[in-house]
């Protein structure tokens, strides 16, 4: 028997509930002005996931990467849940990232 599709599968579960969590987390401690980099980390995780010969690895990096990226999109819709009181809002400020007035001028994207 082959059980690592199954495992890949129970892995794959596991990283995307991660993913919710750091949103929540993320959101709250630094903003969602920090999107593009955090994309820009997915899509390097995908691209490095491309060329890794073991399948395991691979397709783990592969799905980090992809949640990363969803992540990133929803940076801004958790922020927004956060203002109309669906999860906790930080009042205090946050650290700005690098670049941030040509992150604001650009529109963060949604799925």
Not at 12 to 28: A, C, M, P, Q, S
């Amino acid at each position: 028997m082959n059980f690592f599709g199954l495992a890949l599968g129970i892995a794959t579960l596991f990283i995307i509930g991660l993913g919710f969590i750091w949103v929540i987390r993320g959101e709250y401690h630094f903003g969602y002005l920090w999107w593009p980099y955090v994309m820009g980390l997915g899509f390097a995780l995908i691209v490095v996931s491309l060329f890794l010969t073991t399948a395991w690895l691979s397709a783990l990096l592969g799905v980090f990467g992809a949640s990363l990226v969803w992540g990133s999109t929803e940076l801004k819709e958790q922020a927004v849940r956060a203002e109309i009181g669906w999860y906790r809002f930080n009042s205090r400020p946050k650290p700005q990232p690098p670049l941030v007035e040509l992150i604001k001028r650009i529109k963060a994207p949604h799925l």
